[in-house]
Nanobody, 115 residues
Framework: QVQLVESGGGLVQAGGSLRLSCAAS????????MGWFRQAPGKQRALVAV???????NYADSVKGRFTISRDNAKNTVFLQMNSLKPEDTAVYYC?????????WGQGTQVTVSS
């Protein structure tokens, strides 16, 4: 079992920055994929960015050039630096981890970007 605890959400004005963190704990030997998804009101949960244990990264087109994902394998922690935030980035952001082909989710953290 894996537990994911997120932090760093909040309210920011358009053009501002936020940094999300997610720490994984529990029965962890090696987490293959960690990352972030988000869900806006009335929309489905969607990929923001993921990173593998080898450092391979995938971003949603809508965040490329503005968001940066990074990972500390020793601490099983993943970060999302979000710059140049836009009102359309407003959503609940969920931490994600894949271990042994099982998916795990955090409880979500609200990010609100005001115009």
């Amino acid at each position: 079992q894996v537990q994911l605890v997120e932090s760093g959400g909040g309210l920011v004005q358009a053009g501002g920055s936020l940094r999300l963190s997610c720490a994984a704990s529990g029965s962890i030997l090696s987490i293959n994929v960690m990352g972030w998804f988000r869900q806006a009101p009335g929309k489905q949960r969607a990929l923001v960015a993921v990173i593998t244990s080898f450092g391979r990264i995938n971003y949603a087109d809508s965040v490329k050039g503005r968001f940066t994902i990074s990972r500390d394998n020793a601490k099983n922690t993943v970060f999302l630096q979000m710059n140049s935030l836009k009102p359309e980035d407003t959503a609940v952001y969920y931490c994600y981890a894949q271990l042994d082909l099982s998916d795990y989710w955090g409880q979500g953290t609200q990010v609100t970007v005001s115009s």
